[in-house]
């Protein structure tokens, strides 16, 4: 009997209820650079990488295991690399921010080039959600304490 490595419904929702909490950080940073300048909006960020780590932390954990069981190993390790990526990407864009205003730019150059930023991130995740097949899901998952 052959083994698929395809993903369960509720694994897809889980996947997208990660990915959705991701999109939101984006719409807040990008509002804040918007209305507050980038120096404030890292603080979004901030909040994207805590709530990355918790998430992380909770895929670790002993107890998240045993009542979840429905989540397999493939999309564990998925929503383990996501996160990793989103802290990854979270604290560059914050040490280019912090770079940047110290430099000579021009504050309107230092926002062109966070959104340009936050914007292909954004790209980036709704590839993975589409390879995934987690673009079109819509519920929401408690486990991902979206």
């Known amino acids: 009997m052959k083994q698929t490595n395809a993903l369960t419904a509720y694994e897809k929702r889980f996947l997208a209820a990660l990915i959705r909490q991701v ?4 719409q807040g940073f990008v509002a ?4 507050r300048g980038p120096g404030e909006a890292v603080y ?3 909040d994207l990488v805590e709530w990355s780590a918790a998430q992380s932390a909770r895929l670790r ?14 999309a564990r390790r998925v929503a383990s690399e996501l996160l990793e990526d989103i802290g990854t990407f979270c604290n560059g864009i ?6 940047a205003q110290q430099s000579d730019l021009d504050p309107d150059e ?8 936050v914007d ?5 995740t709704t590839m993975m959600a589409s390879q995934l097949a987690v ?9 991902a304490g979206a």
């Open 32 to 35: 804040l650079v918007t209305e």
């Open 44 to 46: 979004a960020l901030e």
């Open 120 to 124: 292909g991130f954004l790209a980036w």
């Open 23 to 26: 999109w939101r950080g984006c």
């Open 94 to 99: 914050g040490d280019l921010l912090g770079h």
């Open 110 to 117: 230092v926002e062109d080039e966070a959104l340009t930023m």
């Open 61 to 74: 954990s002993r107890s998240v295991r045993a009542q979840s069981q429905t989540i397999g190993s493939g």
């Open 135 to 143: 673009s079109r899901v819509t519920a929401r998952s408690p486990q």
